[in-house]
């Protein structure tokens, strides 16, 4: 087994350096982590400090402030660990195991070559005075400001009425409650006279938020839950709020002595950029990770970077810090101790063939090509993900995939289809990340399948080329399909897409050829659905009945 | 310190501890991974895709991937139907384990004439998924090569990811589940969703034409003293309801709720889906009966004017929420980790969620409070590396 290990890998020394990028809490914490591990640390931070003082995130409530500053300190007191505060990311070149990145810190541009990079940027967080038509001052503060002056001074809002509204300038989420529900006990204890909380829906899906805001409701505070924004106006030193009352059902006036207006949880200022130089999806809302199930929970598009925190998501501290953690030991896992076995047949280019034009290098979903000084793409093994998308859209035919050459397909294609049989011949292409297990599964669970289904796997539907599809025609199939992860499930974000677009095309093609564009099938479907492998199946069996044998036959 | 002397059993092995066990064995760790059930993925590895014209990221096709990756990986020894008895010790621990009585079912009993003849029966006896069929034989046992016998293991920590268990509806007995045909849990509309292919009525098999979901039964319930917010039960409704709209755009839905809880960060983008497809009304139903022709007739307080209206809808979905596991004060007991004020095990470090009171026991997943899919693995990955670190090794 060894010899033939041997002979089909290769052994790729690794850079086992890591740069992460962000110097709140979950850049500290993966930092302190990945140092654990043995592996060399740059953290970088675009602000002075790093620790609770680059934190966006609301630190009220937390157990002790201090445990987060001792954690900070540990940065100082750890080998291995670089920390550059008033730097900036610049540029970055390479691939997992093979970073060089660019550093611009107040003097200088330092370079530094890593394997892995953890984005761990914080929020960019602002009261939204704006969105409630509000100018901050007298009675209006920021949640911020509150709780300054509640850490400063309680007392003072002794017997005062405080007012706040949320989730109407933005969507509300469970970080924005709890920094309410916080504050709510905090003027509680203080003997505050009104509490009086507007939001449009109560986002409580966090660890003990509901139990919070029954406690706060129970000790007197008030929730209005409105489908708009109260109408505000100040009045002399106050405010009053005008609402209509959903649950009494009238319009409703209150005077209050603080409005206290909810604040942004934006993605980072600089994240656009870091996206850009990394060649890393943006996902919505512009955080760094696209909605696909095969981010879970850190991962990117490419091999070897990693998002933690704010930079991916809007939720607590104890989450980012979960983060920190997952990303540790995803970089652990593909810096290893500094090689790696990687089969030397992943994806290869035949340089003879290849005409330099740059369309393996732009289409590539896992930024896995470079491009060498001599002219010369070369695929990284370690960052390819063998998708084949490369492979298909190379016009020169010049890659091809381990286990998945041209070759090996066209002649499975050709050898399913001799065998013959009565029923009509399907020839389904299966991506191995959804319909291969989905047919399984039909197979194993005694789901009655048409007979004359041949299902060949491909990768990636990525990977399916428009000439395999012409060549099942050619060999006697009298219908295809081609059957592919539902659009967002892709694990190379855009398989799918090619694989339809490329079915389009050979629609028009056998319809030049005579043949009903109906016998050529694109449907998407998931791993775990066995019925809806069956569904579509059956379905074309019955149209191809309907059809008639191919007459290229 | 030598990798190859560490072993961790992980209990439980829905999607958060087949995560634990399979970052764990990646990392060089021997993985002991024992589960109550016949099969491995715990709820999850039963619920249906939700995709509509666009995958809506529900995670359960991941479960699929995480059982593929633990079947795969030779570093995780499997103990199914198995539960642990008794620990001893104080790192490292010794772990009885004993039989939980589950077994397979035949897979010729269930399934003898096709599948289509009880889709139920043969999905449940091949553990819902291809990869749990590894670890049977086609007589219905256990295939002793793929499955471990419960026997003692010495074990230099233990993740306990025992889950949850979902609201049994009975506690509510005006929604007379079990009475009423046509009221079913979003367990049971998942189940179905993913066995038979489709949106049925369990009454006569017929597909609806008026749907309801009422969200938050048996989460955030004061009555129950059930103070938390499931979670998971805004998102798999709506999407649920979202793609089966999709699927029968004439079909009708409403959803019943109090707050409606974010799903991921398109939201925003798929609540206004939402709402162009489906009516809202804010209010939570008071009871239901069985009409006739087997509807379900749900009265409400209309929001407009709070006063008490009839609705009848051919299927009532009852959106049951995350509740404590049934095994967790023995659990608490036996391993010695304390229980939070709401039935789940406790974290008692804000900062650190993955740690119990007791050094060397860690907690993923549900066990711990309720949680998504996706937080469930990032509970578990964080397990993971707290365990690495416990060892001395990372
Ligand atoms: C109806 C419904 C639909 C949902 N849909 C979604 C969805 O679409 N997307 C999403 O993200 N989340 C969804 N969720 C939430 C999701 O189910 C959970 O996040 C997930 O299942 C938690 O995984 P877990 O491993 O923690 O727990 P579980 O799935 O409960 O797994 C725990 C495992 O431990 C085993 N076990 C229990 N006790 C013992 C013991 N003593 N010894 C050994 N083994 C034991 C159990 O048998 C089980 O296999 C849904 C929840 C419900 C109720
Ligand atoms: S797509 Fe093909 S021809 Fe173009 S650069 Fe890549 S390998 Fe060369
Ligand atoms: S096979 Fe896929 S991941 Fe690999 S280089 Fe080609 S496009 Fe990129
Ligand atoms: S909707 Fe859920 S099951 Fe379907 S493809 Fe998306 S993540 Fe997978
Ligand atoms: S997720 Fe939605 S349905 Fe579930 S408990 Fe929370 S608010 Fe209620």
Known sequence: ?553 | MNSQTKKVMVIGGGIAGMTAAWELARAGVEVALVEKAAFLGGYSIQYACKATDQCQQCGACGVEKMLANVIGEPRIRVYLAAEAAAVAGDGPFTVTLRASGNQPEAIDAACGKGYEKDPAACAAARGYSIHNAVFYKADGGFDPRRVAAPESVEVDAVVVATGFVPFNPDEKPTYRYRQVANVVTGLDLERAKRVYGDVRRPSDGALPKKMAFIQCVGSRDERLGHLWCSQACCPYALRSALATRFKHPELDITVFYMDIQNTTNSFDTFYEQCRQSMRFVRTIPVDMYETEDGGVRTRFMAEEDGLPVEEIFDLVVLSVGIMPGNDNPALAEMLGIGLGAEGFFARPDLLNTSATVRNGLFVAGTAGGPMTISGSMASAGQSAAAVLQYLGRA
């Open chain 1, 1 to 553: 087994m060894t010899a033939k290990l041997e002979t089909a890998m290769e052994q790729i020394e690794i850079a086992t350096g890591v740069l992460v990028v962000g110097g709140g809490m979950t850049g500290v914490a993966t930092a302190l982590e990945v140092a654990r591990q043995g592996y060399p640390v740059t953290l970088i931070e675009a602000g002075e400090k790093v620790g609770p003082a680059a934190e966006s995130r609301p630190r009220t409530g937390l157990p002790d402030a201090r445990r987060l500053q001792d954690m900070a300190a540990r940065l100082a007191q750890t080998d291995g660990i670089e920390v550059l505060t008033a730097t900036r990311l610049d540029a970055a070149a390479g691939v997992a195991g093979d970073f060089k990145v660019w550093l611009s810190t107040a003097e200088d541009v330092l370079e530094r070559r890593v394997g892995a990079i953890v984005v761990a940027t914080e929020f960019d967080t602002a009261p939204l005075y704006d969105g409630y038509g509000l100018t901050p001052g007298g009675a209006v503060i920021g949640q911020s400001e509150l709780e300054q002056r509640l850490a400063g001074d309680p007392g003072s809002f002794s017997g005062k009425t405080v007012a706040f509204v949320a989730g109407f300038a933005q969507s509300g989420n469970p970080m924005v409650m709890q920094r309410i529900f916080h504050c709510v006990k905090a003027l509680q204890d203080a003997g505050a006279a009104g509490v009086y909380v507007y939001v449009g829906d109560l986002k409580v899906a966090d660890d003990g938020l509901e139990r919070e805001y029954r406690t706060g409701r129970d000790r007197g505070a008030i929730y209005f839950k409105l489908k708009e924004a109260p109408a505000i106006a100040a009045s002399g030193a106050q405010v009053v709020i005008g609402f209509h009352d959903p649950v009494v059902r009238q319009q409703i006036e209150v005077t209050a002595d603080c409005l206290v207006v909810e604040e942004s949880l934006g993605v980072g200022a600089q994240c656009a950029d870091l996206a850009a130089i990394l060649r890393i999806d943006i996902g919505p809302r512009g955080f760094l990770q696209s909605d696909n199930i095969y981010r879970f929970p850190v991962a990117t598009n490419r091999e070897g970077i990693f998002v933690a925190g704010a930079s991916r998501e809007v939720r607590s501290l104890p989450w980012a810090l979960a983060d920190a953690r997952n990303a540790a030991l995803q970089v652990a896992e593909v810096l290893g101790d500094g090689t790696r076995l990687v089969p030397r047949d992943k994806a290869v280019v035949d340089i003879g063939k290849c005409t330099f034009c740059l369309t393996c290098y732009r289409c590539c979903p896992h930024g896995a090509i470079y491009w060498l000084s001599e002219n010369k793409p070369v695929i990284s093994p370690v960052a390819c993900q063998a998708c084949g998308i490369c492979a298909s859209e190379c016009p020169m035919d010049a890659i091809q995939i381990g286990g998945f050459t041209d070759d090996l397909i066209r002649g499975q294609i050709a050898a399913k289809l001799a065998q013959v049989n009565g029923d009509p011949a399907i020839v389904a292409f299966c991506c191995q990340n959804s319909a291969l297990p989905a047919g399984e599964m039909a197979a194993t669970f005694r789901m009655s399948v048409p007979a004359g289904l041949r299902t060949i796997q491909v990768p990636c539907a990525g990977k399916i080329d428009l000439q395999y599809i012409l060549d099942a025609f050619v060999s006697g199939a009298d219908g295809v399909l081609v059957m592919a992860c539902h659009p967002g499930n892709c694990k190379s974000e855009r398989g799918n897409t090619y694989a339809s677009w490329r079915v389009e095309d050979a629609q028009r093609l056998i319809a030049g050829a005579g043949l009903e564009p109906e016998r050529l099938r694109f449907a998407t479907l998931a791993a775990n659905m066995g019925t809806d492998f069956k569904a579509i199946v059956v379905d074309m069996d019955q149209k191809i009945r309907e059809l008639g044998k191919s007459r290229l036959h």
